[in-house]
């Protein structure tokens, strides 16, 4: 079935979490990531907001589509939305009702928001032993000062180092153009929830899971972190080179810009017969990756002028062709085009009741109970008749 048609509804599968009701009080998007994750891997996930405002990412536009942001699209599908104001007596307890049922809760509020209104763990627990309670926060709770503190994706990348790696050598650091802290947050949070959920199958008990988006930030710098903390090093930014490995970033071709991914010393052999320069390979500045990451001003200088002689296709292509990862730089458009090409599907298209939303694809792949979109990202409220009832149906 093609991105551009709908998926009907018969030929929906049933998911690994099918069964699994998730509370998702959280909002923006490391908690609602997390959610969606949960509900397009089967789980009935309801979405609890305030009346008469709802998600932030609601408003969070442009772009829209048929009115509605795009960016609260992409976080919320395959979700119920109910609206509860905590600040009532009646739906607080609708909401305590609906924790006291669900298999996991998820929130992202300032810790000890939702214990103002009897919606913390250690309140939850005793009727639901079996809650699996997720708690997103910005810097954690050990302390008043990390409590207190925002937790928006753009402080983050700067406080936990991103932005110091990120940018060339000469610039203003730069932030990653998308949430990414956000989002390596929400899949941390993701296999916290799924790793309790394998526990409490064993001893019936549910546990706490905590993720700061701090923690999952540090935890990213994967390399980095790791050349600090086991070398001393403090990393700095280098643009689009690697601080380990060369010939490993972004070249100019006579048409454009493209990336070569040298992993090896073989690799690299290969780039030099491609460029008409097999004997770089044995220079003793450039024989080995050590020797070329030493060296790299001049072995960039010596592939930046040869680079520059043809187009991307043509260093992409023969590249190729000698085991050399190599590739264009795309915008994001043609990226969507290259997955589709290479069979990747990267778009799903679904009709719930009339209305079509397109989503990008869950990268998830099961091949007995795969993940599937059941449920367009919901309007605000749209399921409180029914979910209304159902909670007050003690």
């Known amino acids: 079935m093609s991105a551009a048609e709908p998926t009907p509804v018969s030929s929906r599968p049933t998911g690994p979490l099918d069964g699994l009701l998730v509370a ?135 406080m936990g180092g991103l932005m110091s790696i990120t940018g060339q050598p000469d610039g203003e650091p730069t932030k990653v153009g998308v949430a990414v802290i956000d989002h390596i947050c929400a899949l941390q949070a993701t296999v916290g929830v799924l790793a309790a959920l394998s526990v409490r199958r064993e001893t019936g008990n549910g546990q706490r899971v905590e993720v700061s988006l701090m923690g999952a930030a540090l935890a990213a710098l994967a390399n980095q972190a790791s050349a600090h903390v086991g070398a001393g090093v403090v990393p700095r930014r280098l643009g689009n080179r690697h601080p380990s490995i060369a010939p490993y970033q972004t070249f100019l071709a006579d048409d454009g810009w493209f990336v070569v991914a040298c992993g090896n010393d073989s690799q690299f052999a290969n780039v030099a017969k491609v460029v008409g320069r097999p004997e770089l390979a044995a220079d003793e500045r450039f024989a080995t990756n050590t020797s070329r990451v030493a060296n790299i001003d001049t072995l960039d200088e010596i592939l930046t002028e040869s680079f520059a002689a043809a187009s991307v296709g043509h260093w992409v292509s023969h590249l190729g062709a000698g085991g050399v990862p190599a590739g264009p730089i795309n915008d994001i458009g043609q990226a969507f085009v290259d997955a589709e090409t290479l069979g990747i599907e990267p778009v799903v298209t679904t009709e719930v009741d009339g209305h079509i939303q397109r989503s990008v694809r869950s990268p998830i792949r099961l091949a007995d109970t795969p993940v599937s979109v059941r449920r367009n990202a919901p309007a605000l409220g749209e399921h409180d008749l029914e979910i209304r009832r159902w909670l007050e149906q003690r």
């Open 24 to 158: 998702d009080f959280s909002r923006v998007l490391a908690g609602p990531y997390a959610a969606m994750t949960l509900g397009d891997l089967g789980a009935d996930v309801i979405k609890v907001e305030r009346p008469g405002a709802g998600d932030d990412t609601r408003g969070w536009g442009p772009p829209w589509a048929d009115g509605i942001a795009t960016y609260y699209q992409g976080l919320n599908r395959n979700k119920r939305s109910v609206t509860l104001d905590l600040s009532d007596e009646t739906d607080r307890g609708l909401a305590i009702e609906l924790a006291s049922r669900a298999d996991v809760l998820i929130e992202n509020f300032r810790p000890g928001t939702l214990d103002r209104f009897g919606l913390g763990f250690e309140q939850l627990r005793g009727a639901n032993p079996g809650l699996v309670y997720c708690s997103i926060t910005g810097f954690g709770a050990a302390t008043e000062e990390a409590a207190a503190l925002s937790g928006y994706d753009l402080l983050v990348q700067a």
